[in-house]
């Protein structure tokens, strides 16, 4: 495992413990930072092992404050045209593992659309989200205007995203931004809890799941459809669906190989 100088990495039951480590800054992500993300996520992929990848925030205070704002402040027009962060997020949505955010504090505009691109967000108490870009003259450009309405609808993240307002873990919850809410004390065992549940299936199977949904998403039903079918059509041909199917009939736990 490579050193890094903002995150702190961990390797447990088969779960990458990604945590953001710049609490002086509440983990705002500057360029340093996001580099160290898109390295931890290669890290994260090539180790057969893993099966999730859990993002949090070092403390309880912040998960992440969002985008470097001097480091922003400094930004030419034609330098927000490189991928940068929606890329790397992109980049986070497309990995083959399973990403969860646990978050507790502040997960403002990067910050928020961070916790966005991950597949499962898992929200503290004390959770603040929120996409206050517009304060700032800029707009939210991770995928927050695009992520946060096909998550929770149009009309409530235009309201998020217009007005600038931070709703806490259960407000989080209640609207669908968070697939789940839980004490300060016991948001890591909740994302351990889920990551254990997921790490029970077979790599193939969550990783196809994991595309249709995606990739189904954003296009027509019908062709949507056939991903799906396509994508099941590999799995029906690895041994994993086999082993699957024969524990179920043999009335025994499966073990998955990833084949
Ligand atoms: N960037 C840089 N520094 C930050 C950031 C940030 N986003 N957030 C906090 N900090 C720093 C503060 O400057 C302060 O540093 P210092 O001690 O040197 O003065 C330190 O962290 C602690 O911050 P506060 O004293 O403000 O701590 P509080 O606990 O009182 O408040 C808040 C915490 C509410 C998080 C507050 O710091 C805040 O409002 N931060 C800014 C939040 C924000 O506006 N985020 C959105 C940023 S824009 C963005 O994310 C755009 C993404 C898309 C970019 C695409 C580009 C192409």
Same mark, same amino acid.
């Given at each position: 495992m490579k050193n890094y100088e903002n995150l702190d990495i961990e390797i447990k039951d088969g779960v990458y413990w990604l945590t953001l480590n710049r609490p002086e800054a509440r983990n705002a992500l500057d360029a340093s930072m996001l580099n160290?993300?898109?390295q931890a996520i290669d890290e994260a992929e090539q180790e057969?092992? +893993?099966k999730v990848i859990i993002i949090q925030g070092a403390g309880d205070k912040s998960f $992440? $404050? %969002?985008a470097d704002i001097k480091q922003l402040n400094a930004r030419k027009p034609l330098e927000a045209l490189v991928p940068g962060m929606q890329g790397l997020y992109n980049k986070i949505e497309n990995c083959?593992? +399973?990403t969860v955010a646990a978050v507790? %504090?502040?997960a403002l505009g990067g910050g928020c659309e961070l916790a966005l691109?991950?597949?499962?967000r898992i929200a503290a108490k004390n959770a603040k989200? %929120?996409?206050p870009e517009l304060n700032l003259g800029i707009i939210p450009g991770a995928g927050g205007t695009q992520r946060l309405s096909r998550i929770i609808g149009k009309g409530r993240a235009l309201d998020m995203i217009l007005t600038g307002k931070i709703i806490d873990g259960?407000? $989080?919850e209640r609207i669908g931004l968070a697939t789940y809410y839980t004490s300060e004390k016991e948001l890591a065992a909740k994302a351990e809890a889920v990551a254990a549940e997921i790490s029970k299936k077979g790599p193939v199977a969550i990783q196809l799941a994991k595309f249709a949904v995606h990739k189904g998403y954003d296009i027509d039903e019908g062709t949507a459809m056939w991903i799906e079918k396509l994508s099941q059509a590999v799995a029906f041909g690895t041994e994993d669906k086999k082993e699957g199917t024969s524990a179920f009939i043999e009335k025994r736990k499966a073990t998955f190989k990833n084949r």
């Amino acid at each position: 495992m490579k050193n890094y100088e903002n995150l702190d990495i961990e390797i447990k039951d088969g779960v990458y413990w990604l945590t953001l480590n710049r609490p002086e800054a509440r983990n705002a992500l500057d360029a340093s930072m996001l580099n160290e993300i898109d390295q931890a996520i290669d890290e994260a992929e090539q180790e057969e092992n +893993v099966k999730v990848i859990i993002i949090q925030g070092a403390g309880d205070k912040s998960f $992440a $404050a %969002g985008a470097d704002i001097k480091q922003l402040n400094a930004r030419k027009p034609l330098e927000a045209l490189v991928p940068g962060m929606q890329g790397l997020y992109n980049k986070i949505e497309n990995c083959k593992k +399973v990403t969860v955010a646990a978050v507790s %504090g502040y997960a403002l505009g990067g910050g928020c659309e961070l916790a966005l691109a991950c597949d499962i967000r898992i929200a503290a108490k004390n959770a603040k989200f %929120g996409l206050p870009e517009l304060n700032l003259g800029i707009i939210p450009g991770a995928g927050g205007t695009q992520r946060l309405s096909r998550i929770i609808g149009k009309g409530r993240a235009l309201d998020m995203i217009l007005t600038g307002k931070i709703i806490d873990g259960e407000e $989080a919850e209640r609207i669908g931004l968070a697939t789940y809410y839980t004490s300060e004390k016991e948001l890591a065992a909740k994302a351990e809890a889920v990551a254990a549940e997921i790490s029970k299936k077979g790599p193939v199977a969550i990783q196809l799941a994991k595309f249709a949904v995606h990739k189904g998403y954003d296009i027509d039903e019908g062709t949507a459809m056939w991903i799906e079918k396509l994508s099941q059509a590999v799995a029906f041909g690895t041994e994993d669906k086999k082993e699957g199917t024969s524990a179920f009939i043999e009335k025994r736990k499966a073990t998955f190989k990833n084949r």
